[in-house]
């Protein structure tokens, strides 16, 4: 038996459907005997893990492990629960395994590693583990050799998602995801495509899929769309695709299938290709609920944009086309930036913050989320600059749940050598200021005279740009708290 085990990652809002193992459940449904465990929803993982272990004799645990709290939790539990369970083979996947296989294989308590997205490599595993036959051929497969080294096989190709099964939703408690948000009291998750054809230098998906993207068609992902409303009253649906528009054609058939369900939702896309879409679907998308867009704008400099490796036709122009566009059609976007790049961190975060104002001043609808500047292990002008800046990532899982690199992994790091005070101090105040400014429309908890309060207190420091010892705004902040889209998702 298999135990799929999801370690907490939502702290303080309610969880996302865990939709990487529900998509390694679609594939062992009706072949193999398995559950699946949510460290969000489970108060005490350990025990309900060790109880499919002892009592239904589970000698299979596949946890999921993303950068951050979900990695500090398996860190910890996989050596009790394997001292306990000798016998217990240990497979950990996603994104985290995927780029740091080898730290992983470094931990005596984890057997393999699959990595990328790996349906099919796990099936085999498992196959493997039954037959008592050798894995270590499999692609997409790291394991320890003879001598106790990690090694790895190249990655194995990318299942097609409209080839693979639907989510078996009947196996985890459906009625503790759906919760309320700006577009709707029911809102749910999906993902219904696979990659990204861009390959953007700060981005770990490239790890995962090397520029290719992979889609369900609009007619699939329509359908699954419709029985999340039908069976479970979903009035909004989250795309997590990691971009959901590259093809205009299935964006405008999907919207124009899912019309009539009246739900809101909301998906993440590329800004150039976006702005080659038509008026029709443009019309198409607002009238079918599109509500909001996560957008990775990413800089204020064209030249950093190009540092990037950001491809395509972006540009900072582009940025503030679609800004307008977007507030013509009251489609809100969510800019992502990338603040602190080297090799002058100081210039480019000034840049990035006077284009933000732009960027506000043409919608000030749109929704600002700051990042800095976090290198994933991806060849490319930043990860090369970092490096000769005296970068490097930890050599062990425990190197990785330190505090240092649990913020480093939440994007919000002290230890980049070249993201030092005063610069990280002034991103930080600029944030206070901003947020101040224009408080998130995604909590649905800020009542409007407490975003009038914060507005006013902040407005002429926002007019003049004096965003030092914002202290006054901290405390406002403190004494009105509110969640931001960064640190919990919307
Ligand atoms: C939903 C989501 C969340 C949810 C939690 C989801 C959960 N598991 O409970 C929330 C919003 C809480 C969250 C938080 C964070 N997230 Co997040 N998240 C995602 C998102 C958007 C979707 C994940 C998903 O379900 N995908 C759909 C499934 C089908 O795909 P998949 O996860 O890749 O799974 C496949 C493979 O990876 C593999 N696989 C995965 N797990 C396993 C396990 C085994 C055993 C096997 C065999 C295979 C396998 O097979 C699966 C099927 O093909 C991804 C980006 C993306 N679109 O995937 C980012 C993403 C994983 N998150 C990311 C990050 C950085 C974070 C945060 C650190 C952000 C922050 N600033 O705090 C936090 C960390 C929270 C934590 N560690 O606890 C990054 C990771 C980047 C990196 N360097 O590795 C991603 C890639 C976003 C990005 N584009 O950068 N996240």
Known sequence: MVVLYNPPSSAGRKPVLPMSLLALGAILEGKEHYAIVDGNLEPDAESAIGALIGDRGADILAVTVMPGPQLADATALMPKLKQRHPRLTVVWGGYFPTQHWDVCLREPAIDFVVRGHGERTFQALIDHLGAGTDPRQLPGLAYRDETGQPRSNELAPIPHPEELPDFPYHRVAMDRYPRPTFMGRRTIAHHSSYGCPFKCNFCAVVNMVGGRWLAQSAERTARVTERLVRDWAIDAVEFYDNNFFVHELRTADFAARIRHLRIGWWGESRIDTMLRYSERTWRLMRDSGLRMVFLGAESGSDETLQRMNKGGTASVAKTLEIAAKMGEYGIVPEMSFVMGNPPEPEADAETTMRFIRQVKAVNPATEVILYLYTPVP??????????????????????????????????????????????????????WVLNARYPTSTDLGISRSRRRVLQTASAWRYRLGVYAYPVELRALQRLLPYRRPETSGF
């Open 378 to 431: 991806l060849s490319g002008e930043l990860y090369e600059q970092a490096k000769q800046e005296g970068f490097a990532f930890p050599e062990t899982l425990a190197g990785w749940v330190s505090d240092d690199w649990q913020e480093f992994a939440q994007r919000r790091s002290a230890v980049m050598p070249w993201l030092k005070d005063p610069l990280r101090r002034r991103i930080r105040e600029f944030e």
